[in-house]
């Protein structure tokens, strides 16, 4: 198995953490020496320190081999003789559960498993040479407080540590959730944009050529006229049809308002009209009440409204086509209305293929603005009807 830790620096606590449990174990090393101890069981336990100390810095980058060091120095101090205490309980031991968090927090949670058995079996393998040479009259429930106390550190290190890892991985995962999120969000929203605008120009286009196809005396002309149209129509087909693989238009929109994009403005209305308008297709706009201040996504919806609605008029109906742009203010509200006559003798449908999800998209934008979207089929045509709430409204 590999293990890919995570790169840092040693914090200067670390290092006088360490630093002092060094000098403790050189001081309880010195004492029992005088207390009678032999001289190379003092250079053994020595030595056992230092691997430990060693092994919790190898830990920091290659936790397995840092924890078998660990493991291994933890042994010769258990079979070190000792008068009536137990090697292990060496201030430099407390490297070796510092080693179990760090290997826990880094493997899999069954590897984790095996190294807590690792340990949990090197209390018991303490305890029981401890019994063993501990003198007939030492009470017996001295050791099991002992490897009570040892598990208790043993089994509240392993389990803290696996606590914490999967809180920061829940975290992580929190994290990669919301990013998923936000381009998902991003996906939907450029692909709101791309209907909106290329479409309606494209479809301003198709019915440009078309006008121009009936207008002109030529049949030459008219047909290549007309082939261009069906391959603008087709052009539209195939752009639907990349844009679906963007998701569906169900993501909420965003106010447009990041850095660098130009706001969508009433202003440019006029304009959106007349560049629809061709001797097929009149396109008026009208509007009527003093213009409200709107939020910023309102004026979006607004705008977006109007182009859709004069896109879905161009691209389904027969010309001729009659579209009609109102703009209806109120102090409360302002009602964008784009209303068709039905086309060539009243609702003639032109067959474009599937249905696409400018509508979808539309009712979210203003939903969003907190406005309503209605439309109404009614004999002479269709409208699409949106209300929003101007700021003194809102």
């Known amino acids: 198995m590999t293990v890919s830790p995570r790169r840092s620096t040693w914090p200067a606590t670390t290092v006088v953490a360490h630093m002092v449990l060094a000098l403790l174990t050189v001081i309880i090393l010195a004492g029992v020496r005088q207390l009678g101890t032999d001289l190379w069981q003092i250079f053994a336990m020595a030595g056992a320190a230092v691997l430990l100390h060693v092994g ?83 009470p017996g429930w001295t050791r099991l407080v002992e490897g009570g106390l040892l598990m208790l550190v043993v089994g509240g290190v392993w389990l803290a540590a696996l606590l914490l890892r999967r809180r920061h991985e829940a975290g992580r995962r929190a994290e990669s959730e919301r990013l ?33 196809g009936v207008t002109t005396a030529d049949p030459a002309t008219r047909r290549e006229l007309g082939d261009i149209a069906e391959a603008g129509r087709d052009a539209h087909q195939g752009l639907r049809a990349m844009l ?32 629809a308008a061709s001797p097929l297709h009149a ?40 579209v009609a742009v109102r703009l209806r203010w109120t102090p409360a509200e302002v009602v964008v209305e784009v209303r068709d006559d039905g086309g ?43 209300r929003l709430p101007t700021k003194e409204g809102a």
Not at 304 to 319: C, D, F, K, Y
Not at 352 to 369: D, H, K, P
């Open 244 to 275: 679906a693989t963007l998701g569906p238009a169900t993501v909420a929109p965003r106010a447009d308002s990041r850095p660098g994009k130009v706001p969508i403005s009433l202003d440019a209305l006029p304009d959106l009209v007349a560049s």
């Open 56 to 138: 919790a810095v190898v830990a920091h980058r290659r936790p397995w081999l840092g924890y078998a060091i660990g493991a291994l120095a933890m042994l010769v101090l258990v079979t070190m003789p000792s008068l009536g205490w137990s090697p292990s309980m060496l201030p430099s031991a407390v490297c070796f559960p510092l080693m179990l968090w760090r290997l826990t927090s880094l493997v899999s949670v069954r590897s984790s498993v095996v190294a807590l058995a690792v340990a949990v079996l090197g209390v018991v393998l303490t305890e029981l040479v401890e019994w063993v040479r501990q003198p007939p009259d030492t």
């Open 344 to 386: 060539k003798g009243g609702k003639a449908l032109r067959d474009v293929g599937s249905q696409g999800t400018g509508l979808m998209g539309i009712e979210e934008r203003v939903r969003t603005a907190g406005g309503t979207l209605s439309i109404d089929d009614g004999d002479d045509g269709w409208a699409l009807r949106a």
């Open 180 to 212: 998923a999120a936000a381009v998902a969000e991003e996906r939907a929203s450029i692909r709101r944009d791309l209907h909106d605008v290329i479409a309606h120009t494209v479809t301003v286009m198709v019915a440009r050529i078309e006008a121009a």
């Open 283 to 322: 396109v008026t706009f009208a509007e009527v009440g003093e213009r409200r201040p709107l939020s910023l996504s309102a004026e979006v919806a607004a705008v977006r409204t109007v182009q859709e609605g004069i896109t879905n008029a161009l691209r389904h109906l027969e010309p001729p086509v009659e």
